[in-house]
């Protein structure tokens, strides 16, 4: 007998979200895909994490169904694996699914188990979006390729943007790009102060968007970054963006979460906010409580007719846009939108620039 067998490999993106958290819904809805889809139920087994995430695995006659969720995220990861070239079912069961989960995105792989097996491409990294498509690289060289304590970091040599460098699979920079992104980020606070004594930039461990600030001599620019090794990678690998910016005399390296740095009140004429507008993807968070919250803290460390620039979304993301404009006038005044051609994202990018509020 030959060992033939479909694996569909599934991730649910920005799905309803109560559902993900509901154990026995969840059950609910996996029966009732087996069912209708006309596969047969052997057992059922699963596990409701505390305090977050429900894992499911039934075992069906034709093999396996596994789900695990990331309510914190709406995500959904899930794997169908049935003997054989496959059938219609396993479409069905997947569409079934996804009317009860009820994903914005979906993205599938399908793998032909057995002897040989092809999946993995070696020569190509692919950076995840939230939009309806995806954008993938070739990595002329790989540079880098490791776990840091906080997340995947990848570095490559790209024959058309130069070194890129990837965090979690999802694209940070390229040198071809140093420009368009940093001038983007520091340019509407040059615009708007006559004076800048000093900057804080929350993240941007590749050191382009703190180049970019020394290029205007501020009396001190600190760059706050949570991932030591992500700085030293820069260094080694990125000297085309990061250039000498961390050798600065200028320059106030702070390794810490900005959260932790922005509770201590300092005065910054700027604060340029270089981190993601989606921390429920990382970490176990309310997405709006958050970004509350590091605003507030943002407003507290910026001086009078202080500026806030940041980095928001893609152009495709109405959700988080649609958020910010609701959000930034709690704390910010003189709110300016930005949009951005970005070649190696191969899309626009929307960026923001504000007054603080007088308090």
């Not at 993900?20 to 409701?48: C, F, P, Y």
């Not at 954008?135 to 990848?154: C, N, P």
């Not at 005399?249 to 507008?277: C, P, Q, W």
Request: aromatic share 8%; charged share 25%; hydrophobic share 40%.
């Amino acid at each position: 007998m030959k060992p033939l067998g479909r694996q569909l490999i599934a991730e649910f993106i920005y799905c309803s979200q109560g559902i993900l958290n509901d154990r026995k819904a969840l059950e609910q809805a996996l029966k009732q895909g087996i069912r209708e889809s006309g596969l047969s139920l052997v057992n059922m087994t699963g596990k409701k994490f505390n305090p977050l995430g429900v894992t499911l695995i039934a075992v069906i006659s034709e093999s396996h169904i596994a789900i695990h969720t990331y309510p914190e995220a709406r995500h959904a990861s899930i794997d169908i694996f049935t003997c054989g070239s496959g059938s219609k079912a396993v479409e069905t069961l997947l569409n079934i699914l996804k009317g009860r989960l009820k994903p914005k995105t979906v993205r599938v792989l399908e793998v032909h188990r057995g002897n040989p097996i092809e999946v993995k491409q070696k020569e190509w990294i692919t950076s995840f979006s939230g939009a309806g498509f995806e954008v993938k690289y070739h990595i002329d060289k790989l540079l880098l390729s490791k776990r840091t304590k906080y997340q995947q970091l990848d570095i490559i040599d790209n024959s058309s943007f130069g070194r890129m460098m990837f965090l979690d699979k999802d694209l940070q920079i390229a040198e071809s790009d140093i420009e368009a992104y940093d001038s983007a980020m520091v340019l509407p606070v040059i615009e708007r102060r006559n004076k800048l004594d000093s900057v804080a930039i929350l993240g941007g461990g590749d050191g382009g968007v703190l180049r970019e600030v020394l290029k205007y001599k501020p009396k001190s620019a600190y760059l706050v970054e949570i991932d030591k090794e992500v700085i030293e990678a820069a260094k080694k690998y990125m000297p085309g963006v990061c250039k000498k910016a961390f050798a600065n005399r200028r320059t106030n390296v702070v390794i810490d979460d900005a959260s932790r740095f922005l509770d201590e009140k300092h005065g910054f004429d700027a604060i340029i906010y270089d981190l993601t507008m989606h921390p429920e993807a990382i970490m176990n968070v309310n997405r709006t409580a958050f970004l509350n919250q590091i605003f507030s803290r943002v407003k507290n460390n910026l001086h009078k007719n202080g500026v806030v620039s940041m980095q928001c979304c893609a152009e495709f993301d109405t959700e988080t846009l649609k958020l910010l404009k609701k959000m930034l006038p709690k704390y910010f005044k003189n709110i300016v939108f930005r949009t951005s051609f970005i070649p190696s994202f191969c899309e626009n990018w929307i960026f923001a620039s504000a007054v603080v509020k007088s308090r």
